[in-house]
């Protein structure tokens, strides 16, 4: 890749290169449409109802992509799929969210095993080009920049497709769109094949878990005693989980003193970090705090290696912690004490619907440090924590370098989407 030469052909956001063109939303869409193109309010609340048991087709909603596609989902039956004909998908689609506070979302309809229908609050948007190029242009600053003009409303902000139809987009020769298109999705496409790679190393090391503490497969040869919850391997206990780790809260500085947060300083994690990134892995969120603002709250310092818990809004976000790290009230983390990270890991995984279900709360249910530290947990032989850590360690290692591969993968894509988007860069044949 190399800097190109420009053209005096002027945009919205700089000259365009040679043999680029601008054009409008409208002159270029081949289909554009949203879910009340069906009808009006009324005709849609006769013919669609919304189904939480699976049924004819799905409804594709913003959130699903928030959950990465794993449901659970919103169903509709045939006839009002068929009602809906006219914001129908197939997979691969560019919708774009334009109501609400994630106004500008840009994702991809997922290839699910259903009949898929473009929900309420997005639209949808095939071009004459390159699809993939234009995802990645909505994507881009400029692409964002141009969607966020025009966002109306503070308490609702949203767009319509009016407007949206006349923004302008950059229109480059269909074999430039097709290279840069191809350079961005060769780099996703690692980062996907990263993710599924994790996602089953973390399912082998839950299901090796449950084979040693749940279904005692490695001991069934022993000898077996009663216990409170059941039969359990002899020389094992029910103990508390504040035996085998602290249990540590947090607290937020000030938001009234600037001082108190840097961009760098001592790492500081919210549930709303682990919402926006979640990863298996975690070494800080949006922002730091400095000494000043650790030293005015209760929050502690906790070790690499540390389970960060989400105690509230939501409860159930998990993650390690790559190096020293403090977080807010939201959380209660576990310190390792006499079980190690992954052992430690893993059984926050399996008992997070126990903990939903004990956790209370009239504004939203929170998991309190003495519910916490009070969850009951099988403690074999030190013996069988170590050789737990020992076998499931590698795995936990493996995801961590793939996900910090994917965060370079990522920044580079970042580094060259404005760059490829603004004609910056030129893609050699």
Avoid at 249 to 261: C, N, R, V
Wanted: net charge neutral; hydrophobic share 35%.
């Amino acid at each position: 890749m190399g800097g190109v030469r420009m053209e005096q052909v002027n945009s919205p956001w700089g000259f365009l290169p040679r043999g680029w063109r601008l054009s409008t939303i409208d002159e270029e869409k081949e289909r554009l449409t949203d879910y009340v193109a069906n009808g009006s309010f009324a005709s849609l609340a006769s013919n669609v109802h919304y189904k939480d048991t699976e049924d004819y087709a799905v409804l594709i909603r913003l959130v699903d992509f928030n959950n990465d596609f794993k449901g659970p989902f919103v169903y509709i039956d045939e006839h009002a799929y068929s009602f809906l004909s006219k914001s129908s998908l197939s997979g691969g689609e560019i919708i774009i969210s334009n109501v609400g506070a994630n106004v500008g979302t840009v994702f991809k309809c997922p290839n699910l095993p259903y009949k898929m229908s473009l929900a309420p609050n997005a639209i949808t948007i095939k071009l004459k080009g390159d699809n993939d190029f234009y995802y990645y242009w909505f994507k881009s600053k400029i692409g964002q920049a141009n969607i966020q003009a025009l966002v109306t409303g503070s308490a609702q902000p949203k767009f319509n497709k009016t407007n949206f139809r006349s923004m302008y987009i950059p229109v480059p020769p269909l074999d430039v769109q097709r290279r840069i298109a191809s350079i961005l999705s060769s780099l996703d496409r690692k980062i996907e094949l990263n993710n599924k790679i994790n996602a089953d190393l973390e399912e082998m090391a839950q299901a090796i878990f449950k084979n040693w503490f749940v279904d005692f497969e490695p001991f069934k040869n022993g000898k077996f005693v009663d216990s409170e919850l059941g039969m359990i391997p002899e020389g094992w206990k029910v103990g508390r989980l504040d035996e085998i780790a602290d249990v540590v809260g947090g607290s937020t500085p000030s938001k009234a003193k600037p001082e108190y947060y840097t961009q760098k300083g001592i790492a500081w994690l919210t549930p709303k970090d682990l919402s926006n990134h979640p990863a298996v892995y975690t070494s800080r969120g949006e922002i730091d705090i400095t000494e000043e603002g650790y030293n005015s709250t209760s929050t502690k310092l906790m070790p690499k290696g540390t389970i960060l818990f989400t105690s509230r809004a939501p409860i159930g976000y998990i993650s390690i912690a790559q190096n020293d790290i403090c977080t807010n009230q939201g959380f209660k983390s576990l310190v390792p004490k006499k079980a190690g990270t992954c052992f430690l890991y893993c059984f926050l995984k399996y008992v997070t619907p126990e903990i939903e279900n004990k956790s209370t709360g009239s504004t939203f249910k929170e998991a309190s440090g003495s519910l916490m530290k009070s969850l009951q947990v099988l403690m074999p032989e030190q013996k069988v924590f170590e050789d737990f850590e020992t076998i499931v360690s590698p795995l936990f290692a493996r995801i961590e370098f793939l996900e910090k591969e994917s965060s370079r993968l990522s920044l580079l894509r970042d580094t060259l989407l404005p760059r490829l988007m603004s004609g910056e860069l030129e893609v050699p044949e």
